[in-house]
């Protein structure tokens, strides 16, 4: 594996770490009896932001297969 390919795992588990706990937040934020909803708005912005990242670094890892 080459070192950019390491450099990318370890970004990648960086940022499904603050993907499962932004998942955490907005779960606690919904079960409040008064909910933020510019907060919860901006969470979830956030969670679909770190998404779309992890799945272009993943698929920044997979080799290209010439044919």
Same mark, same amino acid.
């Given at each position: 594996?080459?070192?950019?390919?390491? *450099?990318?795992?370890?970004? +990648?588990?960086? &940022? #499904?770490?603050?993907?499962?706990? %932004?998942?955490?937040? !907005?779960? $606690? =934020?919904?079960?409040?009896?008064? *909910?933020?909803?510019?907060? +919860?708005?901006? &969470? #979830?912005?956030?969670?679909?932001? %770190?998404?779309?990242? !992890?799945? $272009? =670094?993943?698929?920044?890892?997979?080799?290209?297969?010439?044919?």
């Amino acid at each position: 594996m080459p070192l950019d390919d390491a *450099v990318t795992a370890q970004r +990648l588990v960086e &940022l #499904k770490t603050e993907h499962r706990d %932004l998942d955490a937040a !907005i779960d $606690r =934020l919904v079960h409040q009896s008064t *909910v933020d909803q510019l907060q +919860l708005t901006r &969470l #979830k912005k956030r969670r679909l932001q %770190l998404k779309d990242t !992890i799945a $272009r =670094l993943e698929s920044q890892l997979i080799p290209d297969l010439d044919a």
